[in-house]
C-alpha cells in the first residue's frame, strides 16, 4: 500500500545445498506469468535490477541512510538458479527484505551496460568490452556481472585523468556463483571516470563448456549455449 525502500536482502533455503544463487530485480510491467524457466538471465523479464545473493558470499546490505526505492504496486522477480544432489530435496526459500525507516534517505539506482551482437569464433578467444562515462559524482556501491559459460575472465576497471583502479578482477570465472559483489566501503568516483568493464571468452579445445566437443561458432543470445556480455553498476549520487 505503499513504496518501500529496501536496504537489503536475505535468504534463506529450505535446503541449503539446493540454491547455487539468486538474482533479485523487479518485474517488467508486462510479466504475468507467477514462474517460468530462464537461460541464466533475466532478458525481457525485468525492467530494473536489484541484488543478487548465493551461498557464502555477505548478505546483500546497503551502506546507512541509502536505500532502493520499489514504488506501489511494483512486482518483485527473482531468477533461482537450483542444483541437483541426485535425491529429492525441498526447493522452497524465503526472501526477507530490510526497509529503512521514514524516507531512506539518499536513493541509490543501478546503472547496467550490454554488448549485443558479437561472435566467438571456433578456436579462438574473444575480448568485449562496455563503458560507462559518469554524469555525476557517485559512490559506487556494488557490482554484479552478468556471463554464461564461455567466460573466462572478467575485468573492471574505473578510469580517469588520475590513472586507472581496479574495481572487480575475477580469476575464473562461473556463472554458477553470481552473488553480491558489495564492496565493503563505497568507492568514491568523479564525474567523468570511465567504467570499463572486459569479458575475456575462451572458445578453444582447452575450454571446460567444450569438453568432449569440437568447438563451433558462438553468438550472443538469451540461450544457455549463446552467451552474453552485461555489466550492473550500482550507485549513489555523491
Known sequence: DRDMNIRGFDVVPDDPKSIRHILLAVASADVKDQAWPTTGTLDGKASRFIGAWAPGYPAFR???????????GERLVAQVLYQTSGRAIDSGFRIGLYQSKGEGGREAYWVSREAKEFRIHAYSSLTVSTTVV???????????PEARFFAYVIDV?????????????????SPYWNGSLVFPTPVPLSKGTEIVSSTVYE???HSPINEGLRP????????????????HYLVVDR
Open 157 to 173: 576497471q574505473a578510469k580517469s585523468g588520475s590513472g586507472a583502479k581496479t574495481l572487480l578482477q575475477t580469476v575464473k570465472w
Open 203 to 205: 572458445n578453444e579445445l
Open 62 to 72: 546497503l551502506p546507512d541512510g541509502v536505500s532502493l526505492r520499489v514504488k506501489q
Open 134 to 144: 559518469l554524469e555525476r559524482d557517485v559512490e559506487l556501491l556494488a557490482v554484479v
Open 216 to 231: 563451433r561458432l558462438v553468438h550472443s543470445g538469451p540461450g544457455l549455449d549463446q552467451e552474453v556480455c552485461r555489466t
